[in-house]
């Protein structure tokens, strides 16, 4: 098979590219590969972690642009300066705040990394006093829904004077 | 300079070839990334600022709590020579990103190798913990008791709803990496290791060659991590990882039994060649010899060859390396002059002798 681009030489790289659903395939050569800018496995141009995920970034900043040519105001991050349009860049954060300053972009990124967007593991011991007390809440919370629908009102109750106690904990804390 | 008894020791406490299904399971290890909360992260830090990040945290090494673990050495990047740190980097106890980028750099190791505490790198503080064999639980509680010990003397950044906060969104939450390296080479000789591995990233796993990210799977080694790090507890993370390493190392097993019971004079064949030419090669490049040193650890686990120990192989991976090559012999080497010392240090090696001429 000949390469799609220039036709002279053989096709050695063969891509299939999925974009909402819709499947394209490409057999080109080496060089036209090049030009056209597919990564190549392997060659030092090639995905890294942090270019894949500037692209999931990217995405949304595509998605943005659309919207009648309206230009955002730039979103920095107050406490290092870093802008997102630099973190979407090199797929970093610069300080702890970005986290916050962020936030609202946050979501849809985590989501394709993660799956998910809330953490639900290990707490720091000393200074996480609280939030442990507050999982607990939502857990027991949770359980007193399932325990009032099932009409066992007694562990209902029973629960439910935890919740108060765990509520008075956090207060004092 | 000083000499550190890094350089000096090929054997980690991981090479023993110790452990629980140590004739598959080469190693596990536990990272986690931390951060502290009122200093920027590495990479945007002063000079200044990575030196008070440096201070406080080597301080912490100093305290008696860490001292009950084991004895630890700390050391500045500063301080070492560009060999010491490719071997660091060789004998997995630092990263490249550590020895090659960070500001102030430093890494507080166990004596006999098991931890690795990296400072200022991709994050303020990683811990590493290395076992051999599949220990992946262990490594995690030691891990964390360590992460509990930095944790009562400095203040992490860690957000109520994204958890430990990293510089790189792919770390954020429980900031771990579990990952353990297999050794798979039924698997590829029967042509189903493609089918495994793609199975194994559809379950938010990843695979890499044995120098991490980016490198090529050399000597049929592989090393199995969790890619996620959000939304799922550390023992979710860990349970995942380690159901996913016990099916691979089932159908590893399998696929040898079948090896032996279908093509036991090819793979004897194959065994014994790789052997023959290890003992006596004059010139042995770096992809032959993990080649021909799988060929050689899958013999030995076979009972094919009984004179060579899984020991002497895993020192062999490390000790086969460039940096640690012109560290053994005590010069710098051309590619070209490697590929002969290579060789030689691989037939004295197998032969049991230790004396290089060298350092």
């Not at chain 1, 819709?22 to 190549?40: N, V």
């Not at chain 1, 849809?108 to 953490?119: E, F, G, N, Y």
């Not at chain 2, 004596?111 to 690795?116: A, G, H, P, R």
Request: hydrophobic share 35%; net charge neutral; charged share 25%.
């Amino acid at each position: 098979m000949f390469c799609q681009e220039c036709g002279k030489k053989p096709a050695t790289l063969h891509f299939t590219k999925i974009v909402n659903g819709e499947k394209t395939e490409f057999h080109i050569c080496e060089s036209c590969a090049r030009e056209k800018g597919e990564s190549i496995p392997g060659a030092p141009n090639s995905f890294s972690i942090h270019s894949l995920l500037s692209g999931l970034l990217d995405f949304e900043h595509i998605a943005g642009s659309n919207i009648g040519g309206i230009k955002q105001p730039t979103l920095r991050c107050e406490e290092c300066g870093l802008t997102y349009a630099q973190f979407s860049k090199i797929g970093r954060f610069g300080c702890s705040s970005c986290y916050r300053e962020f936030a609202e972009k946050l979501d849809p990124l985590l989501k394709r990394v993660h799956l998910s967007t809330v953490h639900t593991g290990k707490i720091p011991k000393r200074s996480g006093g609280q939030i442990q007390c507050k999982r607990e809440i939502e857990q027991l919370r949770r359980d007193l829904q399932s325990k009032v629908e099932h009409e066992e009102f007694e562990s209902a109750a029973q629960l439910r004077d935890r919740i108060r106690e765990l509520e008075r904990k956090i207060a004092d804390l | 300079m000083t000499k550190h008894r890094f350089s000096q020791h090929a054997l980690s406490d991981w090479m023993k070839g110790e452990g629980p299904e140590s004739e598959i399971v080469i190693s596990s290890r536990i990272r986690i990334a931390r951060n502290l909360r009122n200093q920027p992260f590495p990479m945007l830090a002063t000079n200044q600022q990575s030196k008070d990040v440096m201070e406080q945290l080597t301080e912490v090494s100093q305290s008696g709590k860490l001292k009950s673990i084991g004895r630890f050495e700390t050391i500045l990047l500063s301080e070492i020579s560009e060999l010491d740190k490719r071997v660091l980097v060789e004998k997995h106890l630092i990263s490249p990103n550590l020895a090659n980028e960070s500001r102030c750099g430093a890494v507080i190791l166990s004596d006999n190798e098991s931890v690795s505490i990296m400072i200022n790198e991709e994050d303020h503080l990683r811990i590493q913990c290395l076992y051999p064999g599949f220990q992946i639980q262990e490594a995690w509680s030691l891990a964390s008791g360590i992460d509990d010990i930095f944790e009562e003397a400095a203040d992490y950044a860690f957000d109520e709803k994204r958890g430990y906060l990293t510089t790189c969104p792919t770390n954020v939450g429980t900031g771990i990496r579990a990952s353990v390296m297999m050794h798979l080479p039924a698997l590829v000789l029967t042509s189903q290791i493609n089918r495994i591995l793609s199975a194994v990233t559809q379950v938010g796993l990843a695979v890499r060659g044995l120098y991490g990210e980016g490198s090529e799977a050399l000597g049929n080694l592989f090393q199995v991590s969790n890619q996620i790090t959000l939304g799922q507890s550390e023992n979710e993370i860990i349970d995942n990882l380690y159901s996913v390493a016990r099916q691979i190392i089932e159908h590893e097993k399998a696929a040898r039994k079948r090896l032996m019971e279908d093509s036991r004079l090819r793979i004897e064949d194959r065994v014994k060649r790789s052997y023959g030419i290890l003992s006596y090669a004059s010139i042995m490049d770096s992809k032959e010899a993990a080649q021909r040193l799988s060929d050689v650890r899958l013999g030995a686990d076979l009972g094919i060859l009984s004179n060579v120990t899984p020991q002497v192989l895993n020192e062999l991976l490390v000790m086969t390396q460039p940096g640690f090559l012109q560290q053994t012999f005590n010069e710098k080497m051309s590619p070209e002059q490697r590929d002969f010392r290579r060789a030689e240090l691989i037939r004295k090696q197998l032969r049991g002798e230790t004396d290089y001429g060298g350092a």
